[in-house]
């Protein structure tokens, strides 16, 4: 998607998110109501959503897509480098990632954003993987950051 489109796109989805996310803390809905408007409105996202970390396990959490695995073998895969290595990830090519689970075998590029608690730690990740290949930029992890921390916002 065109740079300019892309930025268009995600400023409107953020803030229809800021007004939808007031209306309870509870981090399952709030994760769940970006899930669905992420993946209603912007086109190359084929599977969005969250891996919470639950004794230790990234472990599924709401998501939009096809069927996902619902645990991550621990420090294997996108999802737990973004942990380990504690930043947002953006992988233009998952076949060339070493460990890359593919619990989809259409997806061909995938982002992850680490969600952090007021104390900075790590308590889940959001995940999108697209079936383009190099789907995700600069303008996707930049706003994709910007909407996780909405999700801790009073
Ligand atoms: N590809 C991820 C696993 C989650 S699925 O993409 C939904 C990974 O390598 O951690």
Redesign the pocket.
């Known amino acids: 998607m065109e740079k300019e489109k892309k930025t268009g796109r995600y400023i409107r989805v953020y803030e229809q998110l800021e007004g939808l996310l007031t209306k309870t803390p509870d981090i399952i809905a709030r994760m769940a109501t970006v899930c669905a408007l992420l993946h209603a409105k912007i086109d190359y996202f084929f ?1 969005c ?1 969250f ?1 919470r970390i639950i004794d230790g396990q ?1 472990t ?1 959490g709401p ?1 939009q ?1 096809p069927l ?2 619902q645990i ?1 073998t621990k420090d ?7 942990v380990n290595q504690n930043k947002t990830l953006i992988v233009p090519d ?1 076949h060339k ?1 070493p ?6 075998s259409r ?1 061909n590029s ?1 982002i ?1 954003l680490p969600l952090r608690n007021r104390d900075g730690q790590i308590i889940a990740v959001f ?1 999108v ?1 697209s079936t383009e290949f190099n789907a995700f930029d600069e303008i996707d992890a930049f706003y994709l950051e910007k909407i996780v921390l909405l999700i801790q916002n009073d």
């Open positions: 599977w959503g891996y990234l599924v998501y897509g996902a695995c991550l294997k895969g996108v999802c737990w480098a973004a998952v990632f460990g890359h689970i593919a619990c989809d997806s995938e992850v995940d993987d």
